[in-house]
């Protein structure tokens, strides 16, 4: 009989259609990515970006919200994506086009109180002088860096490669966003480094 009256008990559970999730009624679950796949900058998006080793951020109005990455609008929030183990992949969708890259750190600068970021921040490295030119040349490509202040750049420093030199080159605008290449080269050094700016194109532009 007592079997029979728990199985009486437990049926209007089941005919109610009410299910109390795991952790009872006050748990809450935080999404770590928006429905559109684009990411959150939240700690637990971050958290999720050093799983997953991918990255994907919408500036396709020509500029990044900190609303859009889970953040709230007109805080002061600077995000430091680091992977050490690995690097990320990183898609970066601009109005006219997509700036993508492997990086092992990504930065977002938002100490302000305005509604978006005023910079994305990424590393590219080479182990050799022919990686770094051709990194070089292909963010002429992708991205419409002006080929003469590149190319100037390569051949002087293929004259002198164990020198030092830090060099921006003019940006490119291709994609819709402003993408400038911060040179970091040193001969002494086994890897070498290129900063990678992305900002909203400057009014008039």
Avoid at 44 to 68: C, D, F, H, P, Y
Avoid at 102 to 108: A, K
Avoid at 149 to 163: L, Q, T, V
């Amino acid at each position: 009989m007592k079997r029979l009256a728990l199985v009486v008990l437990a049926v209007p559970l089941f005919l109610t259609g009410c299910v109390v999730p795991y952790g009872g009624d006050d748990s809450v679950t935080t999404p770590t990515a928006a429905a559109d796949g684009y990411a959150r900058l939240d700690k637990a998006g971050i958290e999720q970006i050093k799983a997953s080793k991918a990255v994907r951020l919408n500036m396709s109005s020509g500029r990044l919200t900190k609303e859009s990455v889970g953040l709230e609008d007109g805080s002061s929030q600077a995000p430091d994506v680091q992977t050490r183990d690995g690097e990320m992949t990183l898609d970066i969708q601009g109005p006219a086009g997509t700036v993508s890259a492997r990086t092992d750190r990504l930065r977002l600068n938002g100490l302000n109180t305005r509604s978006d970021f005023t910079e994305v921040t990424y590393f590219l490295t080479a182990r050799t002088l022919e990686d770094y030119k051709a990194l070089i040349r292909e963010g002429v490509d992708r991205y419409g860096i002006d080929s003469g202040s590149a190319e100037g750049w390569i051949e002087s420093i293929s004259s002198r490669p164990g020198k030092e030199s830090d060099f921006a080159l003019t940006p490119g605008t291709s994609t819709g966003l402003q993408v400038t290449y911060d040179l970091r080269y040193d001969g002494s050094k086994d890897v070498q480094v290129i900063i990678v700016h992305v900002d909203p194109v400057p009014a008039g532009s």
